[in-house]
């Protein structure tokens, strides 16, 4: 999975969001690492729904323009909770090894 | 007209680049988003543009299967590694001329450099041409195939079909002997465009292509939000 998609889906994990509540909740998650922009994070959400992980929770008119919330369906929930069991076990291995050659050396 | 209603159609005009369905669902939410990230700008960043025109590229020409569709998933990504072998394989041509050439004096050691001119004309010729044309026809009949089209798995299979017959030309001529390297290659493709047929025509992707008028973009956003 893409980080941007990972970031997407962690961003929804928490309630439903508005696309520009997504881009500023990414960059407060990555503090500031990434910054997702419209024409990406719209194409991850096309994807993301049609692979059933992300629906469209409601709509509402802010100032004369749509603005539309988005939400994790169990299935991208579930999709989540896997990409996160496996970077923490990819980071529990780099650490270990980490360790393990930081012991070596002193 | 205000510095906000030229921004608003500058970022209009970006957002024309995507499919219509893309606009009908997203235009006036991306176009939010996009002003309410503009600040004091008066025009799209650079960063900002670059990423709207290769989304709209993207969403233009991605393989849009849902991954629950599996067998069409795959067959759609073994297209795209079929365009990129059929190119491997010009490319393995092209690289090995000077060994096909030293295989074809091996056995016949008359022959003669107007003989090899009038070989690079009959062979290599036509395949530095047929060959990014190939890859060029993989990558329509991915995004036909993609998109759910009745008629693609057929055309694809009449496609292979063609591939086939090139080979089995190429190998009567005998290239395994001249030309093992790109003989070589046009085995895995072969192999590839096998694996693509069998999934294309597999049980579980015939209801992909029996909805495919269902399944457009725009209805099915309509469908969601009706």
Not at chain 1, 38 to 65: K, N, S, W
Not at chain 2, 45 to 62: I, K, N, P, Q
């Amino acid at each position: 999975m893409q980080e941007a998609t990972f970031l997407i889906l962690t961003s929804l994990a928490s309630g439903s969001q508005h696309g520009y509540g997504i881009i500023t909740d990414v960059a407060a998650i990555t503090e500031g690492r990434v910054a997702l922009r419209a024409g990406t994070l719209y194409a991850a959400l096309e994807r993301l729904r049609e692979d059933g992980l992300v629906e469209v929770d409601c709509e509402e008119v802010v100032e004369g323009r749509l603005r539309r919330y988005y939400r994790l369906t169990l299935a991208g929930r579930e999709r989540l909770a896997v990409e996160a069991g496996r970077l923490r076990a990819n980071v529990a291995a780099a650490s270990s090894r980490l360790d393990l050659a930081g012991g070596l050396t002193t | 007209v205000s510095e906000d209603v030229l921004l608003e159609r500058r970022y209009r005009r970006l957002l024309a680049l995507y499919p219509r369905a893309f606009r009908y669902a997203h235009e006036e939410e991306m176009l939010g988003v996009l002003l309410a990230g503009a600040g004091r700008r008066r025009h799209p960043g650079v960063a900002e543009t670059a990423d709207l025109l290769a989304s709209a590229a993207w969403t233009r020409f991605r393989p849009r299967v849902p991954r629950s569709e599996g067998t069409v998933f795959a067959a759609v990504r073994l297209m795209y590694v079929g365009a990129a072998v059929q190119l491997l394989g010009l490319l393995t041509l092209l690289l090995t001329l000077g060994s096909i050439k030293a295989a074809i004096v091996r056995q016949d050691p008359a022959f003669t450099a107007a003989q090899w001119h009038a070989v690079v004309n009959a062979h290599i010729v036509p395949d530095t041409i047929g060959e990014p044309i190939a890859a060029v026809v993989w990558v329509w009949l991915a995004w036909a195939n993609g998109r759910g089209r009745r008629w693609a798995p057929l055309v694809f299979a009449a496609f292979l079909a063609l591939t086939t017959l090139s080979i089995l030309v190429s190998l009567a001529q005998g290239a395994a002997v001249f030309a093992p390297a790109a003989t070589g290659v046009a085995g895995a493709l072969w192999l590839v465009g096998v694996a693509t047929l069998v999934l294309l025509f597999h049980r579980r992707s015939g209801s992909y292509f029996g909805r495919s008028r269902a399944r457009g973009l725009g209805s099915s956003w309509r469908d969601t939000l009706a």
